[in-house]
């Protein structure tokens, strides 16, 4: 029986956002005994519902409220009102993703340091390292069920997998397989193991991979002082006279507005959200937002330098049998700038089905060199490169002149690439094709940037004030009762997928915020 | 307005229908006295309610230009294609607006009209000089789903959809490549 709080309970922690961060925090916080309510803008869709349909299930997951794009990058010339692949659901993005979890570098913690200065790149040391981090990376990869981590073997190679694999070997590269991922490889922790299903984007029917909707949520009800609210969208986080924050507002599944007083807010609802919801918390006293003294709430928004590699055999493949992400190559991960940039890219394996294959392989495109393509479907196979790209002060989240249904502000997001972007973009698309034509490809296709799944950076961490909007505990440097703890407290974005460091973030946030409120300082 | 199909429809066929019907392609769609589309070949037939039988006939050929697939039948461009059908149906404007279209690519591919113009590559070029009106690209985009997210399309194409309830491809081929 889950708890029910009142909404004038002022002692509670408030969680707006229920993915990786937010539902991570909640359970680590009701554990050790905190009361928290997690407002969800999402309904909650149990994973027995999920579809193995890319459209259906897009409909039924995806964040699709109104957003606006700006900027030379293609998404916004593709998909104006699409910058990012997301998710409105209790689960949050954990419901959708491909379960990678892999942990960033030594130098990826400080890259300002390790990369010198970069051009028109607002890079930044974080303020911890990767050594603060260890203890909680490896309760999360415990937490989590990660292969190849606490005894728990690697899921085995699909076909994807093996023709990378087999490319990856003509290349001479060393570290290939099938990944460190968040999907049972074994039946663990109640859960089923992975049946290679193959719409692992579209939520895992078998519960097989790890996400907040069916571990942490479940688990955090269970203590009795943990509520979830689905359907409750936040529009405005408000605060006393102080600058303290007092609770928040938001608008629930009939359109009424209620208000949850709060002792403590955390915003976890993914970087795109999470600033707009600072910047529409503007008041008299913070005319420029919440936690925006720096001016920074919203800029430098990552996305990783992505882009994928498909490519067409004589003979059949079936790359959708199976996980998406089920292999990876990590050798050009690390930072080695004879290669014409700094930082480094993962290539991981991946598959869409048809239908999303024809909307994504080349948008706007078509005619026979289209067509010819999608004809050798079953013959292709296919990978994502996730690359770090470098921070811009430009490339940021602001408050769009569209509003959405409840009359906000709509956030609008703008990106440009770096040159060190489309010179790691390119390199990647070379190894590809290289690695794919090594083993008998007849055609390969450089596929540009879909709308984000990755989205980073909007609310950094920083050692000083005046270069981000969070300490090394995710807490606002201007209000100390105001938390991120999503995937914007990133000062940089690493090779690697992030799920991983924010789960790890919200272990060690959770911890602070405990000894915090018992120690009454906040 | 609804796709028939199955047995051959109880309707009178003209001459030029029948003699239409041996051929290939968009061709083989004959237009009946009753305003209909008949594909005796691939045996179905379309209702044209708001459109002209003629302009919903190159609307079929103008969706395969755009994406063809020659192993892919007449009837699921029609099917991809129908929604401009019940559009025009129930909006005048919109009738108007589909209607003007294909009058203009009509026009600029000469006498016989679009359906007249023998060669994919000259149609091609017709529908590249249109490309920027905003209909060309509403069309375009809406095949994206309309042709694609049709689940009697995928196994031409080798697609399998739905695994789950079968209990995913652990079982079932995940990694039988053998040509490696």
């Avoid at chain 1, 606002?476 to 105001?482: E, G, K, P, R, V």
């Avoid at chain 2, 047995?7 to 051929?23: L, N, T």
């Amino acid at each position: 029986m889950s708890a029910k709080f009142d909404q004038n309970d002022d002692s509670v922690v408030v969680i707006v956002g229920s993915g990786a961060g937010g539902g991570t925090l909640g359970n680590e916080l009701a554990q050790k005994g905190v009361k928290v309510v997690i407002l969800e803008a999402g309904a909650r869709t149990e994973y027995t519902d999920f579809v193995n349909d890319e459209w259906a299930s897009f409909i039924q997951l995806a964040w699709k409220d109104m957003r606006t794009t700006s900027g030379s990058w293609r998404v916004h010339k593709n998909f104006p009102n699409l910058p990012a692949w997301i998710v409105k659901s209790v689960g949050g993005s954990t419901t959708h993703w491909a379960g990678a979890s892999l942990r960033l570098q030594e130098h990826e913690f400080k890259t300002e340091s390790a990369y010198g200065r970069i051009n028109g790149a607002n890079l930044l040391d974080w303020p911890i390292t990767l050594a603060d981090l260890e203890p909680y990376y490896a309760r999360a990869e415990d937490k989590m069920g990660v292969t190849r981590t606490n005894n728990l073997p690697g899921l085995p190679g699909s076909n994807n997998f093996k023709v990378m694999k087999a490319g990856a070997d003509k290349l001479g590269y060393k570290e290939c397989h099938t990944g460190r991922m968040a999907i049972n490889s074994v039946e663990r922790d109640g859960r089923n193991s992975c049946h290679q299903t193959g719409f692992c984007f579209q939520g895992c029917k078998w519960g097989a991979k790890w996400s907040t909707l069916y571990t942490e949520i479940p688990k955090g009800e269970a203590t009795g002082n943990l509520e979830v609210r689905p359907d409750s969208h936040v529009a405005q986080i408000e605060h006393d006279a102080s600058g303290k924050v007092t609770g928040v507002v938001y608008f629930d599944k009939d359109g009424k507005t209620q208000r949850q007083k709060a002792r403590i807010v955390a915003v976890a609802g993914n970087s795109i959200e999470s600033p707009r919801l600072l910047l529409n918390s503007a008041s008299s006293k913070f005319p420029d937002g919440l936690a925006n003294s720096s001016g920074q709430v919203g800029r430098n928004y990552m996305r990783h330098m992505t882009g994928s590699v498909y490519a067409v055999f004589e003979k059949p493949v079936h790359m959708y049998r199976g996980t998406t992400m089920a292999g990876i190559v990590r050798d050009e991960a690390r930072h080695d700038d004879k290669r014409g940039f700094v930082g480094g890219y993962e290539l991981e394996t991946l598959s869409l089905g048809l239908p999303f294959m024809a909307a994504f392989l080349d948008p706007g495109a078509w005619g026979r060199e289209f067509t010819t393509a999608l004809d050798g479907y079953v013959n292709m196979a296919g990978m994502w490169i996730v690359g770090e790209d470098m921070p811009q002060e430009t490339n940021r989240i602001t408050l769009s002149d569209a509003k959405d249904q409840w009359g906000l502000q709509v956030a609008d997001v703008h990106f440009d690439d770096h040159a060190n972007d489309v010179a790691m973009r390119n390199h990647a698309y070379g190894q590809g094709r290289a690695l794919y034509e090594a083993v008998g490809a007849t055609r390969v296709f450089p596929t540009p940037p879909y709308p984000s799944t990755h989205n980073l950076g909007t609310n950094r961490m920083s050692e000083k004030p005046r270069d981000g909007v969070v300490n090394k505990h995710g807490q606002t440097h201007d209000i100390s009762n105001l938390f991120i703890a999503d995937g914007s407290q990133f000062t940089t974005g690493g090779a690697e997928n992030p799920t991983l460091t924010i789960v790890s973030l919200a272990i060690r946030q959770g911890e602070f915020i405990a000894d915090q409120m018992k120690a009454n300082t906040i | 307005m609804k796709l028939i199909e199955g047995d051959r429809p109880e309707r009178a066929v003209s001459r030029r229908g029948f003699m239409q019907r041996s051929a290939l392609g968009v061709a083989a769609i004959a237009v009946t006295p009753a305003g209909a589309l008949l594909n005796a070949s691939e045996a179905w037939a379309l209702d044209v309610k708001g459109l002209k039988p003629e302009t919903m006939k190159t609307l079929i050929l103008i969706a395969r230009d755009i994406y063809p697939h020659d192993k892919v039948a007449d009837k699921y461009y029609a099917v991809a294609m129908k929604s401009y059908d019940d559009k025009a149906a129930a909006d005048p404007k919109a009738k108007a607006e589909i209607e003007a279209f294909v009058a203009a690519l009509d026009g600029a591919a000469g006498a016989g009209g679009y359906l007249g113009v023998g060669w994919e590559s000259q149609r091609v070029a017709l529908l590249r000089s249109e490309s920027q009106n905003p209909m060309f690209d509403q069309i375009r985009s809406g095949l994206v789903v309309s042709l694609y997210n049709n689940q009697e399309v995928w196994p031409i194409f080798g697609y399998e959809g739905e695994s789950y309830s079968k209990g995913g491809y652990l079982e079932r081929g995940f990694n039988d490549i053998d040509w490696l």
